[in-house]
């Protein structure tokens, strides 16, 4: 996976009726946008490392605003 | 088969000083029930949504308690690279639901015995079509029925 700072992370939800996820990249600490991950949480603004796993993809920001 | 090929959910880690609080409202937001606590990026323990009861709710421990006041420690991991096989033996022996995968000391995954039962079911399932195919139709050449 590679993403940028503003992109955000969707996670599909696991069970039938679960909602997917998502969050906003703050800092990227791999090597050429791979992960670890700083992400930031919906409105709470908690702040969490992030590996991101097969259920997980990218929305890049230049994507989100078009 | 290797380890990291079977995780299939993204781990989420949070630092042994964020709060039982910050856990509980990381756990909502992200739909997770377990979280790892790093330090740097080595796992040191895990916190899940039944520790936060169990261990802060039942004994009314405050929200702003820290993490690593509730979570259990050490962390069972297994390599990243390791056979499969070896993460059931660690089960087993360990009789925990969560490993924590790791790469030269650094977390990348979670490896939850749910979701192993998950692929089990479906490998199950695809062995026995065969076997079912003979036993409704009767005959040993009958087609296999196609996956829907």
């Not at chain 1, 670890?36 to 097969?54: A, M, N």
């Not at chain 2, 039982?20 to 790093?38: F, K, Y």
């Not at chain 2, 039942?58 to 006041?69: I, L, T, W």
Request: net charge negative; with cysteine; hydrophobic share 40%.
């Amino acid at each position: 996976m590679r993403a940028a700072v503003g992109d955000r992370i969707i996670i599909k939800g696991h069970r039938i009726g679960e909602p997917d996820r998502d969050c906003e990249v703050i800092e990227v600490h791999g090597q050429d946008g791979g992960p670890p991950y700083v992400v930031r949480w919906g409105d709470s603004g908690h702040e969490t490392l992030f590996f991101p796993g097969p259920d997980a993809s990218v929305q890049s920001k230049e994507h989100a605003h078009t | 088969m290797r380890t990291i090929e079977a995780v299939r959910r993204s781990g989420i880690g949070i630092t042994r000083e964020q709060t039982v609080q910050e856990a509980a409202s990381i756990m909502e937001h992200s739909g997770v029930g377990a979280l790892v606590v790093l330090e740097g990026t080595a796992p040191v323990g895990i916190v899940t949504d039944r520790d936060l009861v169990r261990r802060v709710l039942a004994h009314g421990q405050p929200s702003d308690a820290r993490v690593d006041s509730v979570m259990s420690s050490p962390v069972i991991t297994v390599g990243a690279d390791a056979d499969l096989h070896a993460a059931y033996a660690l089960f087993r022996t360990h009789g925990v639901r969560r490993l924590a995968v790791i790469r030269e000391g650094k977390f990348l995954g979670m490896l939850t015995v749910d979701d192993l039962l998950v692929d089990l079911a479906d490998d199950l399932t695809d062995l026995s079509r065969p076997i079912s195919a003979e036993i409704y139709h009767a005959h040993h050449n009958s087609t296999v029925p196609a996956v829907p």
